[in-house]
């Protein structure tokens, strides 16, 4: 193992008394830490369905106003690379509220922008400081969770972050059809301020594995991780095309929706994510599915139903029971994989945990990226149509991805 990725933390039995403490977490705890994932992922996402109230307040096209999703998930990417492995080093609390007092001041700061630079730096810090708090939080329950519930626990905490991305839409529209959407920002600045009270009251002191790095040390083991953990790189890269494909959808969902013949308001459209919610249904399921290590063929199924979902939602243009049938299939397949995913990679390391999720949601962050922005640009030149298609083969190149490791994964086991 490099010296970068190395901690002074004893080697210690299952059995151990260390271990046992964290056996069982409190039920309350749990639900505390799947609300603040929803409230602090939900900010990342407010911005999807309120696309083209940006356009017309800042003038900016349809090709180019998924650029305002593109800041957003840059912001992810540095939160991942630059603060998200701060966890490993700090005190996890002190770390989570600095992180909620910095998240308010850039929201308050976006509802308050007035040029499309100032919007793009507070998206940016809105979606560092949001992806910062919930990939945090997701850490500290791994970190608090003994191995044998870790999956449950993390799917717990994950069927959070789902109702909270889906949501956020709901919420976003419904908050800009009343009073604009800018008030969605603002508002939620005021909620983190609660958030903040609530949490410094109420998380526990987490228990610290002896990191004995400097920061500059701690950003490069990140590359060593990423080199030599093959279970990293394999499950990113699926992540990646799993967001891609999940963001492809809900970017371009908007536009289509928002003119005619549907002409929806905002929160007719934000209402769809409570739809999607169901999918949180599939996340503390995949979790126990992993514990009992049936991870891979539940992959497999939960990559059908991603694919599968293109069909359906293809046929929007005649049927809305198709598009609800479609995000139902797009939401359980997307969130299960997400799980496992995070199921398996927390397993590797437990002294870089905060590390291993930076990593792993980087490939997260670039799978969003893309694809919000690939797909506005290709409904502004093929429509909806052109955007299922590339749905659908994002989708494809996930299956086919996953099919191809775990035959030569098989292999080497015969071996």
């Known amino acids: ?4 990725c190395t901690s002074s933390v004893a080697t210690e039995p299952i059995g151990s008394r260390a271990v046992q403490t964290r056996h069982t977490i409190p ?52 939160a991942l690379l630059f603060l998200v492995p701060l966890g490993d080093l700090v005190n996890r609390k002190r770390l989570i509220c600095v992180q909620l007092i910095l998240l308010a001041a850039a929201l308050t700061m976006t509802g308050f922008v007035s040029s499309p630079l100032t919007l793009g730096i507070g998206m940016l810090g809105v979606g560092m400081l949001g992806t910062a708090m919930t990939q945090g939080l997701i850490a500290y329950a791994a970190a608090l969770a003994h191995e044998s519930e870790r999956g449950r626990v993390v799917g717990a905490a994950q069927s959070g972050v789902v109702i909270g991305l889906l949501m956020a839409r709901s919420f976003a529209g419904l908050v800009t059809d009343l009073l604009g959407w800018r008030s969605v920002y603002l508002i939620s600045g005021l909620l983190t301020i609660v958030m903040l009270i609530v ?37 990113g890269t ?11 959808f809900w970017s371009a969902l908007v536009l289509p929706l928002s003119a005619p013949p549907f002409s ?34 539940t992959t497999g199924a939960a990559l059908v139903c991603l694919l599968a979902s293109w069909i359906p939602i293809g046929f929007m243009q005649h049927s809305m029971l198709a598009l609800l049938a479609g995000i139902v299939l797009l939401d359980i397949g997307g969130q299960a994989v997400h799980v496992i995913n995070q199921s398996m990679i927390f397993r590797l390391r437990p002294e870089a945990q905060s590390r291993l999720v930076g990593c792993y949601m980087l490939f997260y962050s670039a799978g969003s990226g893309l694809g919000g922005a690939a797909s506005t640009y290709i409904y502004a030149r093929a429509g909806w149509a052109g955007v299922c298609m590339l749905g659908f083969a994002v989708s494809m190149a996930a299956l086919l991805l996953w099919a191809v490791t775990l035959v030569f994964a098989q292999a080497r086991t015969r071996r």
């Open 199 to 235: 949490l410094c009251i109420s998380l526990p002191a987490p228990r610290m594995h002896s990191v004995k790095l400097t920061y500059p040390q701690l950003l490069r083991s990140m590359l060593t991780l990423f080199a030599s953990e093959r279970v990293l790189q394999v499950r």
């Open 264 to 297: 929806m308001s905002h929160t007719q459209i934000g209402a769809f994510g409570l739809v999607g919610a169901i999918g949180a249904l599939a996340a503390p399921r995949a979790g126990r599915l992993a514990d009992r290590g049936l991870g891979q063929w």
């Open 27 to 78: 039920t309350a705890l749990v639900l505390l830490l799947s609300v603040c994932c929803a409230m602090s992922v939900a900010n990342v996402y407010y911005a999807q369905p309120l696309l083209d109230a940006i356009a017309a307040d800042f003038g900016i096209g349809q090709a180019a106003v998924g650029a305002v999703i593109t800041a957003t998930q840059l912001g992810c990417a540095l």
């Open 1 to 4: 193992m490099d010296s970068g």
């Open 238 to 248: 699926i992540g990646l095309l799993m967001f891609g494909a999940f963001s492809i």
